[in-house]
């Protein structure tokens, strides 16, 4: 099933693939939220855009979100102001809440009809254990000076011991959103779609961008890409994982409720409704995981499913889709300079779930990057930041998750035998000494790849969910012919002719 936002939006555009040579000010590569409101910020000043987007503009991460344009990222606060500091914090929440304006003032100024409306967003616990943290959040965010309550009154369909609440928060429609940012440059902005950028090289007076056919020339380059595919220098690889999280909209038929919900510990709950059509929806979602790591329908869809069923016995499942997000290991998106050693090539990653406001704040930190004028909140983003990482639990958690990929996975593998792998399934055989990731389609036609990840080289593991090969390191993703679907991996799987 596709996302809510891709089947509800009707697309009126078809961008070309690039091909031949192109110069422009700025090659952006990405056409998600991030990369097109870029484009947006640029074109608008003057500057020749470019956008070169691997697939369908708003076609992955934006079109799988929740769509909630909301400052209030988890429980984040309490330890912004631990770790770095209350001016630190202050300026993370401004920063965010800026960008709800401009979003707003954005829509408002280009009449853009994106289904925007302002909602309480709340994060609240029915454990007793995790009271405390929404309390010490409420006082956290209350010494940044910013308005939040803590209130046990919220419009869902069960009773919560506390929640935090932050007024005056959003929701939309991202797609028509995006596209409604896209009718405002497709006069000025050349943008191409089904294009990949395979690599980026500098030159005398700027960048080239490689394209599978041709190449754009640009003094400046901004990577909108979800995950940057260059490896090196900037090794984001080392300092971002993604995780995968699932999403259904159900029709409850039940009148429901006002305001974005997100539950303050695990397992991740998350809740909004959405008027679609004429009829009201209610988006649930939640079952996280790392990417890469094992998971079944029971415990992604199913765990959604059964809260549903649990609240609205009568509920009926409209859509089913799931998404991926970058996660930073200090929780702070990575937004500036890619590297110093490649001035004028900009990134924006690392936006953990909160990719609404956290894309306009890099748009608008990347276009005064390079209209050389000061941004008063970049330093708290600031993407080669080197300040030490204090969340070593997730750090040892990614080490050892990469060294068992790539280390024990191959002295020690457990492989399948051919016939234990069922119909509409996969999994890793040995034939002859090699390792063979194997799908076998419903009808039994095999389809067989080479299941070490064209990143950096870790073994794949079989998602029997979206029947897809996915890698533990650092996310990418491939389906089951092999082809590449999420970055930072560009290559597709290597093919092999098993017949
Ligand atoms: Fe980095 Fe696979 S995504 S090795």
Redesign the pocket.
């Known amino acids: 099933m596709q996302s809510l936002w891709i089947d509800t939006f009707k697309k009126t555009y078809k961008f070309p693939k690039f091909s031949g040579a192109s110069q422009y000010d700025v090659c952006i590569v990405g056409g998600g939220i991030f990369g097109i409101s870029c484009a947006y910020y640029l074109t608008k000043l003057g500057f020749q855009v470019t956008v070169l987007e691997k697939d369908e503009i708003a076609s992955k991460t934006t079109g799988h979100t929740t769509a909630k344009i909301t400052s209030q990222h988890g429980l984040l606060y309490h330890y912004l102001i631990e770790q770095f500091g209350i001016p630190f914090a202050r300026a993370y929440l401004e920063a965010n809440e800026k960008a709800i304006e401009a979003i707003k003032e954005i829509i408002d100024t280009e009449h853009i009809s994106c289904d925007f409306s302002y909602q309480n967003s709340f994060i609240y616990t029915t454990k007793p254990e995790e009271l405390q943290n929404i309390h010490d959040e409420v006082s956290a965010v209350q010494s940044l000076n910013f308005t939040c309550e803590f209130t046990t009154k919220v419009g869902l369909p069960f009773e919560v011991l506390g929640s935090c609440v932050f007024k005056h928060q959003a929701q939309f429609h991202p797609l028509k959103y995006v596209y409604g940012l896209v009718d405002c440059i497709a006069d000025n902005c050349d943008i191409f779609t089904h294009t990949t950028v395979t690599d980026i090289r500098q030159t005398n007076d700027g960048y080239v961008c490689y394209t599978e056919e041709g190449e754009v020339h640009a003094k400046y380059v901004v990577l909108a890409c979800h995950y940057p595919f260059l490896k090196v220098p900037g090794f984001y690889?080392l300092k971002m994982y993604q995780a995968s999280s699932y999403l259904i909209a159900v029709d409850t038929k039940k009148t429901l409720f006002d305001g974005m919900y997100l539950t303050a510990g695990e397992p991740t709950l998350s809740f909004r409704t959405a008027r679609i059509n004429g009829k009201e929806l209610l988006l649930i979602g939640g079952a996280d995981h790392k990417t890469g790591t094992y998971c079944n329908y029971e415990a992604s869809y199913g765990v959604l499913e059964q809260v549903a069923k649990t609240y609205y016995p009568e509920s009926e499942v409209l859509y089913r889709w799931n998404t991926r997000d970058c996660i930073t290991l200090d929780k702070i998106p990575y937004i500036g300079i890619y590297s110093h050693y490649m001035p004028n090539l900009y990134v924006g990653t690392g936006f953990q779930k909160w990719g609404m406001t956290s894309s306009n704040v890099a748009a608008n930190i990347v276009t005064d990057m390079i209209c050389k004028k000061e941004n008063p909140y970049a330093f708290v983003f600031s993407a080669t930041r080197m300040q030490p990482i204090k969340n070593r639990g997730e750090v040892k958690n990614m080490v050892v998750q990469s060294a068992k990929s790539i280390v024990l996975d191959k002295l020690n593998p457990s492989y399948l035998s051919f016939d234990e792998i069922a119909l509409n399934s996969g999994g890793i055989v040995q034939i002859n000494g090699e390792k063979v990731g194997i799908f076998k389609d419903s009808q039994g036609k095999i389809f067989a790849v080479k299941p070490v990840?064209t990143?950096?080289?870790?073994l794949l593991s079989w998602n029997d969910v979206d029947k897809t090969w996915d890698?533990p390191?650092?996310?990418?993703r491939f389906d089951f012919k092999g082809k590449n679907l999420y970055d930072?991996?560009i290559e597709n799987l290597q093919v092999y002719d098993i017949h």
């Open positions: 690889f990840c990143h950096l080289g870790c890698c390191c650092h996310g990418s930072p991996a």
